[in-house]
């Protein structure tokens, strides 16, 4: 596909804070804060939140777009809920819009209960627009500009396929019938569109050939994917997404920028190297520029050493290996290799002194190889899920790290089925 060629603007842009899957109540590496009271991992992503809100504020945007997933749960407690809120409540004080769109994670599974998410919109329904529906609405930006946004939340299969229409569907035939539903109801709403204002479309869902982040891998390969063609269509000049954690623009260079902010903070190892924050839009009718904007978050470290070739000195070479990485303040998760031989010359309490500096060590591995075998002590242990757990052992058997990919995909929908069947019963 060609470029389409560059639209300069002819009027001044609609600054927009696009940001989405912020996960309040994620728990994972954290502990009691006495400062607060909170869970730390929650001050984390708290924290991260009022980071971007703060440079949201200071780059003078005028609507933020927040495209879904607000908590880990659907059904989030009562402080997680006021952290939140006190987060979004800073943008609609400083007088900036905020435009919600439900995600996977704000939608109950039963038809008639309320969303996680929909309480803003009855509290200030004059600042904040929550979009579980597929609509269009127009909104009054900070400075009197006027922004049409299409909205497309996900859509969870038992709400919207009918018990007759998903009976006797295999996997592939049901997920082909809510593609189908996302780009029919996609085109509809460009249909109800006018086509002079400038456009936003919001959506929660998986697009063809995004990347996944890499804690995402496994329950996410079997999503609904929607084609770029039916979200490139006019009259959208920025396509504004939600659900996957990682940043990028699936249309790049090309017209409208159809992009994904990722996540605020990191939720695990998976996602250790991965950039978090939000994108900062400038828009115009035909015109839209993106900037990805870095965030505050925890550092999240993983140190892997084979020492089995440092004689007598396999401490120094751990230590060494340690003292290469700012672990301050950082998630760490540390292991080893060295030999029985070696095992009267380690200093284990000089290893847990020098990681210190660290907010948590979450595991140290220790590998000793005798007879060529491999014998892994856990000094310090971790709760994984099952697919996180599989993801560790694979990591862990040289073996089985080419097949670690292929293995995840076929567990996840395993997984899946038994945990829906328990939520039945």
């Known amino acids: 596909m060609s470029a389409a060629p560059k639209v300069m603007p002819t009027h001044s842009p609609i600054r927009l804070m696009h940001f989405a899957d912020v996960h309040f109540g994620v728990e994972n590496y954290g502990r009691f804060d006495p400062a607060t009271g909170l869970n730390s991992r929650l001050v984390d992503f708290r924290d991260a939140l009022n980071a971007a809100i703060d440079v949201a504020l200071a780059a003078g945007v005028e609507v933020a777009l927040f495209a879904g997933d607000a908590y880990k ?7 997680q809920q006021r952290e939140f809120a006190a987060c979004i409540g800073r943008l609609t004080q400083a007088g900036v819009p905020v435009v919600m769109l439900a995600g996977n994670h704000d939608i109950p599974n039963t038809k008639g209960r309320a969303n996680s998410i929909e309480i803003f919109g009855a509290l200030a329904a004059d600042r904040m627009f929550v979009l579980d529906t597929p609509r269009v609405i127009q909104v009054t930006t900070s400075k009197g500009n006027i922004l049409q946004v299409a909205s497309m939340p996900y859509l969870i299969k038992s709400l919207v396929l009918s018990r007759e229409e998903s009976k006797d569907k295999g996997v592939q035939e049901t997920t082909e019938m809510i593609v189908a539903r996302y780009e029919s109801g996609i085109n509809q709403l460009a249909q109800k569109c006018d086509p002079d204002l400038p456009t936003v479309l919001m959506g929660h869902f998986s697009v063809s050939n995004a990347k996944l982040s890499a804690n995402q891998i496994g329950y996410l390969t079997n999503e609904p994917e929607v084609s770029m063609s039916t979200l490139t269509q006019a009259p959208f000049d920025y396509v504004a997404l939600g659900h996957i954690h990682r ?6 260079g090309q017209q409208p920028p ?4 990722g996540s605020v903070e990191r939720i695990d190892f998976g996602e250790r190297n991965e950039e978090k924050g939000f994108a900062l839009v400038d828009l115009v009718k035909g015109f839209t520029e993106v900037k990805h904007v870095q965030g505050k978050t925890r550092p999240f470290v993983e140190i892997e050493v084979d020492a089995t070739d440092a004689g007598e000195e396999p401490t120094e070479k751990i230590l060494l290996a340690i ?3 700012d672990i301050k303040d950082a998630v760490v998760k540390a292991s ?9 010359h380690l200093r284990e309490n000089d290893l847990r002194a020098a990681l210190q500096s660290a907010f948590m060590v979450v595991s140290l591995h220790k590998e000793i190889t005798r ?5 892994r002590s856990k000094l310090m242990t971790e709760a994984l899920d099952p697919l996180q757990a599989l993801a560790t052992y694979c990591d862990t058997r040289e073996s089985l790290r080419g097949r670690k990919d292929e293995m995840l995909l076929r567990a996840e929908p395993l997984l899946r089925e038994l945990e829906a069947e328990e939520t039945v019963k």
Do not use: W
Not at 247 to 252: A, K, S, V, W
Not at 336 to 344: A, F, N, R, V
Not at 371 to 375: E, F, I, M, T, W
């Open 336 to 344: 080893y290799q060295i030999k029985s031989e070696q095992l009267p």
């Open 371 to 375: 007879d060529g075998d491999a014998v």
């Open 73 to 79: 749960t659907r059904d989030p407690n009562q402080t």
């Open 258 to 261: 159809v992009v994904y902010s």
């Open 323 to 325: 003292a290469k990485l």
């Open 247 to 252: 940043f990028q623009d699936l249309n790049r």
